[in-house]
C-alpha cells in the first residue's frame, strides 16, 4: 500500500454507525464498487415478509436464502438510494427499509445457513478487489484477508437519533424512542448471536463516530488509504 490506495476494504459497525454513508462516500472518491451487505440479509428477510413465512422456522428461510434471486444493480433513481434492490422484477430498494424489515433482519441474519449462503455470493464479489465492503462480519468472517479493516462505533441513542432524522426526512412519522429501543435490542442480538456475531476484527481499525462528524471519519479513512 505504498503509493496505491487498498484493493480491498472491509467497513464493519452496527446499524446507523454511519458505515454506509462513509462506505458509499469513499468508494465513489476511490472509483470503488460500494456493497452494503446488509441489502442482502434486508432482501430475504423481506421476502419472507412479504410471503408470511415464519422467521423463526430456521430450513425454510435458510431455504429462502439460497434460493433467492436478489440483483443489486446501479441507481436509477436520484432518491438518496446507493444501489437499485430488484427481486422478481420488482423494486424494494425503500421497501427494505420498513420498520418491520428493521425489526426482524437480526433474526433473519443470525441463521448459519443464511449467513453462509450470503457470505458465498459477497465473498465472490469482494475477492474481485476494488471494492469497499459493507457489513457486519466483513473484516471478521467474509474478507478477514481485506487490506483495510474499519470498524466504525456510536453509541445506540446517537444511531437512533441519525435513523429518526433519516425517516422524518423522507416524510415518514418516526418516532424516536421507539426506535432506540429496537435499536438496542438488535444490537443485543448482533452481538450474541452464536454466528459470526458484530465485533471489530483484531487487527481493524476502531473509528468512535460519537466523537467525530462524516467530514472527519472520510478525510482520516481517505488518508489511510492513501
Given at each position: ?24 462516500r ?23 415478509l412479504?410471503?408470511d413465512?415464519?422467521?423463526?422456522d ?17 441507481p ?143 478525510t ?6 492513501k
Amino acid at each position: 500500500m505504498k503509493n496505491t490506495p487498498p484493493s480491498i476494504i472491509a467497513l464493519d459497525g452496527p446499524a446507523a454507525s454511519g458505515k454506509s454513508t462513509v462506505g458509499r462516500r469513499l468508494a465513489d472518491s476511490l472509483g470503488f464498487l460500494f456493497f452494503d451487505t446488509g441489502i442482502m440479509y434486508r432482501a430475504v428477510t423481506w421476502i419472507a415478509l412479504e410471503h408470511d413465512m415464519n422467521l423463526h422456522d430456521e430450513t425454510a428461510i435458510t431455504e429462502l436464502a439460497q434460493n433467492a434471486q436478489i440483483d443489486i444493480r446501479q441507481p436509477t433513481q436520484n432518491d438518496g438510494r446507493a444501489c437499485d434492490v430488484v427481486i422478481g422484477g420488482k423494486d424494494v430498494t425503500w421497501d427494505m427499509r420498513s420498520g418491520n424489515v428493521d425489526a426482524n433482519v437480526s433474526v433473519v441474519s443470525a441463521y448459519a445457513g443464511v449467513r453462509k449462503a450470503l457470505s458465498e455470493q459477497q465473498r465472490r464479489i469482494g475477492m474481485r478487489g476494488r471494492v469497499v465492503m459493507v457489513g457486519r462480519d466483513i473484516g471478521t468472517v467474509v474478507l478477514p484477508e481485506a487490506d483495510l479493516k474499519l470498524y466504525m462505533d456510536a453509541s445506540a441513542e446517537e444511531r437512533a437519533r441519525r435513523r429518526y432524522k433519516e425517516i422524518v426526512d423522507r416524510g415518514e412519522a418516526a418516532d424516536y424512542d421507539e426506535i432506540l429501543k429496537k435499536m438496542i435490542e438488535r444490537d443485543r442480538l448482533d452481538s450474541t448471536r452464536a454466528v459470526a456475531p458484530l465485533r471489530p476484527a483484531d487487527d481493524a481499525v476502531i473509528l468512535d463516530t460519537d466523537t467525530m462528524n462524516e467530514e472527519q471519519v472520510y478525510t482520516h479513512i481517505l488518508e489511510m488509504c492513501k
